[in-house]
T-cell receptor
């Protein structure tokens, strides 16, 4: 079946540190992969996505590369800011089960000045 | 575009009371979803509607009913609320096609006493 496994948090970093949040997946078809961000008290917002192997999604300094050989989609940012403090969710949508999305459990990030 | 809207934003119920959470989207999306979010549990799918006129159970449907009123609106009903249904509820929508992401509403924070 389909599933997403995400690095457990919480993660605490100092401002300007390098961020990696690991995400691996299993899928029965050819999935699209997504990272969502949730700020306190808000709904989830799409951060970036990749729809095929070797695609790189990027937005607001965040990047993630769709690695089919390692079934991974790790989120990275070179220099985090206090405003990046949020919960990050990795998700997939599979071509075989096109209407359902599968989410990881979320990783809480706190950036301290 | 307002995107995905949810009402109410907050609600407090007593055990046994009923209520309906409303969701609407103005993006002409085919599919709509209801999730609940509990601390440490990530997002769990309650029900979804792949298209107007269809609904399907998700991971945690017990105690809930849904209605896809038209293409825009998808409501979630709690017939007899229980404290275990205290949660944050999110509605989401998407276009058909595995490359498309979900768009989320701002959430309804429900407390059942």
């Amino acid at each position: 079946g389909n599933s997403v496994t995400q690095m457990e948090g919480p993660v605490t970093l100092s401002e300007e540190a390098f961020l990696t949040i690991n995400c691996t997946y299993t899928a029965t078809g050819y999935p699209s992969l997504f990272w969502y961000v949730q700020y306190p008290g808000e709904g989830l917002q799409l951060l970036l996505k990749a729809t095929k192997a070797d695609d790189k999604g990027s937005n607001k300094g965040f990047e993630a590369t769709y690695r089919k050989e390692t079934t991974s989609f790790h989120l990275e940012k070179g220099s985090v800011q206090v405003s990046d403090s949020a919960v990050y969710f990795c998700a997939l949508r599979d071509t075989n089960t096109g209407n359902q999305f599968y989410f990881g459990t979320g990783t809480s990030l706190t950036v301290i000045p | 575009n307002a995107g995905v809207t949810q009402t109410p934003k907050f609600q407090v119920l007593k055990t046994g009371q009923s209520m309906t959470l409303q969701c609407a989207q103005d993006m002409n999306h085919n599919s709509m979803y209801w999730y609940r979010q509990d601390p440490g549990m990530g997002l769990r799918l309650i029900y979804y509607s792949a298209s107007e006129g269809t609904t399907d159970k998700g991971e945690v449907p017990n105690g809930y009913n849904v209605s896809r009123l038209n293409k825009r609106e998808f409501s979630l009903r709690l017939e007899s609320a229980a404290p275990s249904q205290t949660s944050v509820y999110f509605c989401a929508s998407t276009l058909a096609g595995a490359y498309n992401e979900q768009f989320f509403g701002p959430g309804t924070r429900l407390t059942v006493l």
